[in-house]
């Protein structure tokens, strides 16, 4: 199997092996090419030392020169180099004391994680493959490269990894590693918030989801979400997690819709999630049982003589006052998903929120054609009356779209003053 290098890659190849040094292709470049999966990067290994790579191409970094990695910018694309090594000890389940340069690329593979991450390819010499990392992935199964025991008490991280490349693959693991990840699950407690959440998060939005039941079964679940007992029922949420779409706060929702706003905050800022993700996930459980509320009043409403869009219209606007259309059709779709048999309902609901929005019906201050200012000018200047009063016009035009219009409300505030 020859495998083809992009132009750069090849560039710092054969300028490598121009001064009499080897370079290879390494790690997950190599895992995916053999996989049929498109590389997302490309790193390099060399038996050059970075201060001989680096006199060899006109733009480098030093981006981990204390770890032999320098990154050579071509054409402002960035590609990391690193000098074969070998680590020191490992004392705190994460990173090497020291680490040493190595001579021959079958030392440095051997210092690897997994045997499908510790091949090596040159188009000169072909594959370096010391622990049949070929033979696994078509197997499709995930192995250590030596012992799991001796591997993830080196780096606790390495446990969240072979579930999250399981997730990711859809690959099998070893027996022998979901032994040894049941027995050093809290080994993960040395691991930095930052690593787990960055592990987890590629695990949630996976094609192969249902993984998430290894975090449980192996015990790895209690020491990432910081002592908070995992209750939810995975045999309920795993189908759940199938159906949403890969959006990391919608499936985080599903994750732990089972706890409350204060829990789920508290979990995902252990975790040290953004601002932004972090909001998004509570606003979906905080209005779940709004939409729940709405798809009962509908339900009702389709069993009375009245006009149910004009009830249904008022009462998505007092939702939609509070959210972005995009969460609230995302709210839909993660109720489709666990009351599936409210679809109709539900898609009705969708559709009057769409065209609330595509008709510019009023259902906040901003939108409202009187605001502060006229109503100072018209003689109402407590600062308290004239919110109360916006408030009270706001839900008169959010039930009735045709009464805003400045004259009359201004009409209409007069009046209630």
């Not at 009702?300 to 219209?313: H, P």
Request: hydrophobic fraction near 40%.
């Amino acid at each position: 199997m020859k495998i083809p290098l992009p132009d750069h890659v090849k560039f710092i190849i054969t300028t490598l092996k121009s001064a009499h040094y080897e370079a290879y292709i390494v790690g997950g470049c190599v895992r995916d090419i053999i996989r049929g999966a498109q590389p997302k990067d490309w790193d390099i290994a060399t038996s050059a030392t970075p201060e001989q790579a680096k006199a060899l191409f006109e733009r480098t970094v030093d981006t981990g020169i204390k770890h032999g990695t320098i990154t050579v910018l071509l054409d402002s694309q960035p590609y990391e180099v690193t000098t074969y090594r070998v680590d020191g000890a490992y004392l705190d389940n994460r990173r090497p004391e020291t680490v040493s340069f190595a001579n021959k690329i079958e030392e440095d593979l051997s210092r690897r994680d997994f045997t499908m991450n510790a091949i090596a390819y040159n188009p000169h010499k072909g594959f370096a493959d010391p622990f049949g990392g070929r033979d696994d992935i078509g197997k499709r199964i995930i192995r250590c490269v030596g012992n799991p025991m001796h591997r993830f008490g080196e780096d606790a991280l390495r446990m969240l990894r072979a579930i999250r490349f399981a997730a990711t693959t859809g690959f099998s693991i070893d027996t022998e590693i979901l032994a040894a990840i049941s027995t050093l699950n809290h080994h993960l407690k040395n691991i930095s918030p930052e690593r787990i959440r960055e592990e987890f998060g590629k695990l949630i939005v996976s094609p192969n989801v249902e993984a998430v039941e290894l975090l449980h079964s192996t015990g790895l679940l209690q020491f990432m979400i910081f002592g908070v007992a995992y209750e939810g029922d995975l045999t309920e949420i795993i189908p759940w997690l199938k159906k949403c779409p890969p959006i990391e706060a919608m499936r985080l929702a599903l994750f732990l819709h089972w706890v409350s706003s204060n829990e789920c905050e508290l979990i995902l800022r252990n975790l040290r999630y953004d601002n932004k993700t972090m909001k998004e996930v509570l606003v979906y459980l905080k209005y779940a049982s709004s939409i729940e509320n709405l798809v009962i009043e509908n339900l009702i409403v389709e069993n009375l003589i009245c006009d149910r869009d004009d009830t249904t219209r008022y009462q998505v606007k007092k939702i939609l006052r509070h959210i972005s259309q995009a969460h609230f059709e995302n709210l839909i779709t993660l109720k489709m998903i666990t009351n599936p048999t409210y679809l109709h309902s539900l898609e009705q609901i969708l559709k009057t929120s769409q065209d609330i929005q595509q008709k510019g019906e009023c259902f906040n201050l901003r939108s409202l054609a009187i605001n502060g200012t006229d109503l100072k000018n018209a003689g109402i200047t407590n600062g308290k009356e004239i919110g109360n009063i916006l408030e009270s016009l706001l839900d008169i035009v959010m039930d009735n779209p045709r009464l805003n219009k400045r004259d009359e409300l201004l009409a209409l505030a007069l009046k209630a003053k």
